[in-house]
């Protein structure tokens, strides 16, 4: 009985028989989508690990001559402001080096690479495959459409975990160059990295919705970046603005707080939580218009 009602629920959200989904990946898709994505894959990790050494290396030296100065009471506020909207959490219990890990993991630039490598790996089926007029080609294999979404989501969480592999490394690396006493132990870093990494899948699940939906690469490409632009504005005038208070539990980065694991020791199960249940719905909702839409691009 349970299992002819699960049957009946999976069907209603797929089209598809659960007996359909019993081979749920293809070797052949998988290995086009790896040939497909290896090079951007590469080409962001590289940038991705890079740009963590480069930050977890600076950073902790300019927090420590930062603490060598006795600055105005003034500017020192002006500065925790700033601390505080990138970090998008109080910082004054916090110490030096968990300051200078949390603004490196939180940085603008190194956030845009890693969604940006998600947001492109993402967004190809079907929207590319749409664009460049091979959908029909890629149906018209013997495979089904739930083998295609599920080998795409595999490979998008598997590019994801490597991406985020190559941040952990880069920050490795530049802390043995930290200056005594300012480089995080591994736990916390672990930590951050299983949250970083549950956030860039709910930013690919909504991708591949964006993909789904909107059947264009470029309009969804464009909607997920409104998306994850408005995140960042309201995350970091949270702090500095009232009303964007109100309105923070709309930011994902609200989810990812690096500065909470490196001051607590403590893994932040609400927000992963929230970001895992938010990537879940995210995905069927994706894969439910998948399977249903007419993809013919003739």
């Excluded at 590289?46 to 480069?54: A, D, E, K, R």
């Excluded at 994850?228 to 990812?256: C, K, M, Q, T």
Aim: glycine share 8%.
């Amino acid at each position: 009985m349970g299992r002819r009602r699960n049957g009946r629920i999976l069907r209603f959200f797929t089209g598809y028989h659960a007996r359909d989904m019993g081979d749920m990946l293809n070797a052949g898709l998988l290995r086009r989508a790896y040939l497909e994505t290896r090079w951007t894959t590469l080409v962001f990790g590289v940038c991705v690990l890079l740009i963590s050494t480069l930050l977890h290396f600076a950073l902790p030296r300019f927090q420590k001559n930062l603490e060598a100065f006795q600055l105005p009471a003034a500017r020192l506020t002006n500065l925790n402001n700033i601390r505080n909207a990138m970090l998008g959490a109080d910082v004054s219990n916090a110490g030096g080096r968990e300051i200078a890990a949390g603004v490196a993991w939180s940085h603008p630039f190194f956030l845009a690479l890693i969604f940006a490598q998600v947001i492109t790996v993402c967004t190809r089926v079907p929207a590319a495959e749409l664009d460049r007029g091979t959908m029909d080609v890629l149906l018209g294999l013997p495979v089904s459409r739930s083998q295609l979404y599920f080998s795409e989501t595999a490979v998008c969480v598997a590019t994801s975990a490597v991406v985020v592999g190559l941040a952990v490394a880069g920050s490795r690396i530049g802390n043995t160059m930290a200056p005594l006493g300012m480089a995080p132990d591994l736990p916390p870093v672990l930590i951050i990295a299983v949250n970083l990494l549950l956030l860039n899948v709910a930013v690919g699940a909504f991708a591949m919705g964006c993909s789904a939906v909107l059947g264009r690469r470029m309009h969804a490409v464009a909607a997920v970046l409104i998306v994850v632009v408005g995140s960042l504005l309201i995350n970091y005038l949270r702090l500095l603005w009232e009303p964007a208070r109100h309105i923070a539990f709309l930011s994902i980065l609200d989810y990812y707080r690096p500065i909470i694991p490196l001051r607590d020791g403590q893994w932040p199960w609400k927000d992963m939580a929230v970001l895992g249940g938010t990537s879940l719905a995210l995905w069927v909702a994706a894969g439910a218009w998948f399977f249903r839409r007419d993809l013919s691009t003739t």
